[in-house]
């Protein structure tokens, strides 16, 4: 597995040739109520040994892209249309028995929740050592001893004595950390981290960001890793994609997109949230209304009926024309370079000290 090194600032090379590149990517749900646009129109590329960081509120439909990569959807009501490529290898039209091939093996991907991953049935060790056998042809002594590998790399204590334990018997904490040693068991190319630390206290968050960022200088696998918390992504990621109602409405480099955020839905994510080291006396400004029904989206900008700035814009404009999202660096929105520049420095930033 080859290695890169991170540059900071600099957004990641894009195109076809990509490590993981996903192209006009669409998924729907047929309901009883109508067919769910969950994702519409989505196009991103990870390089290996960076990570792009999703954001965006629930719904916006960066999860059910993840799933969709891992085949995990149910094919009997979901639609996909567009391409995702990995390593050259293309997985909407690949098969189960293909997909399989590649879930913990290329592909792996920890979830917010661990006992969704983890059986309660079986010891901690058996379900680290399980996949890399199933990959690697590994006799049991072989997986068992790299089980003992894996949890000592995540940091839990006396390993060879845990390695036999059930999840029951660890903490949230170290069922997490037991998830993250059993997706990184095969060495896989791509993880996918979807909101892996929320559920767990500050101090176990950071050591397990830590972790994540030691494990891929050692593995140089790419990361994809889902949030909503951006204080989170500006430790973690490289690269940005913030996401609403099932589309890509800002892309760049991460320090690009929270130094000088362009598109109207980045503000609201910003100003809602707490700052370190920001005044107490600054209220946080939540985003007025509530993410759209994706049964029946909006017309136009889709943000347009909980944005501020419409009438900077003029016309009906922003509620009957979608904003395309242009390439490189670049935020899905009606106003100027100069309307949102300016827009920035005088209503917005004053509110992020
Ligand atoms: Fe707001 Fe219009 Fe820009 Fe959409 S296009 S974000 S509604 S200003």
């Known amino acids: 597995m080859s290695t890169s090194t991170r540059t900071e600032g600099a957004a990641a090379p894009t195109g076809p040739d990509s490590f993981f590149s996903v192209r ?23 390089e290996r040994g960076r990570t792009l960081g999703i954001v965006g509120e629930s719904g916006s439909g960066k999860s059910v892209t993840n799933l969709t990569v891992l085949g995990l959807h149910n094919p009997k009501t979901t639609t996909v249309d567009g391409e995702i490529v990995l390593d050259g290898k293309e997985l909407v039209t690949a098969t189960e028995k293909e997909l399989e091939k590649l879930r913990g093996n290329k592909v792996a991907m920890i979830f917010q929740d661990p006992l969704t991953a983890l059986s309660p ?30 949890l000592t790399k995540v940091g839990i204590p006396q390993p060879k004595v845990r390695v036999d334990d059930y999840p029951h018997q660890f903490s949230g904490g170290m069922r997490q950390r037991a998830m993250i040693a059993m997706a990184l068991v095969c ?5 996918i981290a979807d909101e ?12 397990i960001l830590d972790l994540l960022k030691d494990l891929q200088q050692e593995f140089g696998s790419a990361i994809v890793f889902i949030t909503h918390d951006l204080g989170v992504i500006s430790d973690m990621a490289d ?15 991460a320090a690009e997109v929270l130094r000088s955020p362009r598109h109207p839905y980045t503000w609201g994510l910003l100003s809602s949230m ?30 347009h009926p909980r944005c501020a700035f419409t009438d900077e814009v003029g016309g009906d404009r922003c509620a009957t024309e979608r904003p395309p999202l242009g390439e490189g660096r670049a935020a899905a929105c009606h106003l100027t370079a100069e309307q949102k520049q300016t827009l920035f420095i005088d209503k917005i930033q004053p509110r992020l000290r």
């Not at 060495?187 to 993880?191: G, M, N, S, V, W």
């Not at 690269?239 to 480099?253: F, P, Q, T």
Request: one cysteine or more; charged letters at 25%.
């Open 24 to 46: 006009d990517l669409r998924v729907r749900f047929s309901t009883e109520d109508g067919v769910v646009k969950a994702v519409d129109g989505l196009s991103f590329d990870v």
């Open 121 to 150: 049935y079986y010891t901690v060790g058996r379900q680290i050592a399980e996949p890399y056998m199933k990959h690697t042809g590994a006799s049991k002594k072989e997986a068992r001893a790299r089980a003992i590998e894996m």
């Open 187 to 191: 060495d896989p190319d791509l993880l």
């Open 196 to 207: 892996p630390t929320t559920a767990l206290d500050v101090t176990v968050q950071a050591q």
């Open 239 to 253: 690269d940005l994609l913030v996401m609403y109602a099932g589309r890509a409405v800002e892309r760049g480099s």
């Open 274 to 303: 707490p700052r370190l080291g920001g005044s107490l006396d600054q209220p946080l400004s939540p985003i007025p209304g509530s993410p759209p029904s994706m049964l029946n989206p909006p017309s136009g900008c889709p943000f």
